[in-house]
Structure formats: structure tokens, C-alpha cells
Nanobody, 134 residues
Framework: QVELVQSGGGFVHPGGSLTLSCTASGRTLDHFAVGWFRQAPGKEREGVSEREGVSCIQMHLNTTAYVDSAKGRFTVSRDNARTTVYLQMNSLKPEDTAVYYC?????????????????????WGKGTLVTVSS
């Protein structure tokens, strides 16, 4: 079992920055791919299929991928211990407002972030709200 503990998030004005983190409790994520997802506020009850993939990182190879809306603004990275994944978000826009989740896929890869990327996740964090507003 893998417990993913998320932190970060909060309120920021348009153009601002936030960093989210996702830490595996008590173990490494060395054989995983970790994805970042977001879900519109108020739609959490609609389930994981409403979670839009944003980016991913393959923890062993350190390869990354992003959806077009995140390219150039978001950066996913991991720590050297391979226990924590970060999502640095810059130039935030109101449309980035969402609950952000991290997910982990056992022996997963990270070449692209397909629309159904959520279906590959074996474990999820509990989510953290990011609000971008003036």
C-alpha cells in the first residue's frame, strides 16, 4: 500500500506561483510514475474520471511530460530520495483553479499525458485546492 501525502496549494492572484508536493509516506516511489491531475471545484463527487491529467514524471528515469495548457508554466520534479514529487506552477490563471491530485502508477511510464491517464493510477493523494483569482 502507498500513502500519498499532499501539501501546498492555496490562494494566489493571476500571474502568481505555487508549488505543490506529493510525498510517499514511509517508502520511495522508485518504481512508479507519478501524475498530477486537477478537477474542477465542486466536481469531486463525479469521481476520478473527471480528473484532468496535467503532467507526469517517471521516478527512475526522471522523464517528464505535460499537457499543452501546462507547458512552459508548470514544472514537475522529484527529490533525490525519490520520495517526493513537486509541481511548480507559474503564471497561474483563473482557469487553473481546481483541486489538484497526485497519483502513482506502479511500474508506470511517462511519455505523454493521455486523456484517460487517471485510469492508470493505482494510488491517489487526497487533493489540495488551488484558487487563482483577482
Amino acid at each position: 500500500q502507498v500513502e500519498l501525502v499532499q501539501s501546498g496549494g492555496g490562494f494566489v492572484h493571476p500571474g502568481g506561483s505555487l508549488t505543490l508536493s506529493c510525498t510517499a509516506s514511509g517508502r520511495t516511489l522508485d518504481h512508479f510514475a507519478v501524475g498530477w491531475f486537477r478537477q474542477a471545484p465542486g466536481k469531486e463527487r463525479e469521481g476520478v474520471s473527471e480528473r484532468e491529467g496535467v503532467s507526469c514524471i517517471q521516478m527512475h528515469l526522471n522523464t517528464t511530460a505535460y499537457v499543452d495548457s501546462a507547458k512552459g508554466r508548470f514544472t514537475v520534479s522529484r527529490d533525490n530520495a525519490r520520495t517526493t514529487v513537486y509541481l511548480q506552477m507559474n503564471s497561474l490563471k483563473p482557469e487553473d483553479t481546481a483541486v489538484y491530485y497526485c497519483g502513482a502508477e506502479v511500474f508506470g511510464g511517462c511519455e505523454t499525458v493521455p486523456e484517460d491517464y487517471y485510469s492508470r493510477m493505482n494510488y491517489w493523494g487526497k487533493g489540495t485546492l488551488v484558487t487563482v483569482s483577482s
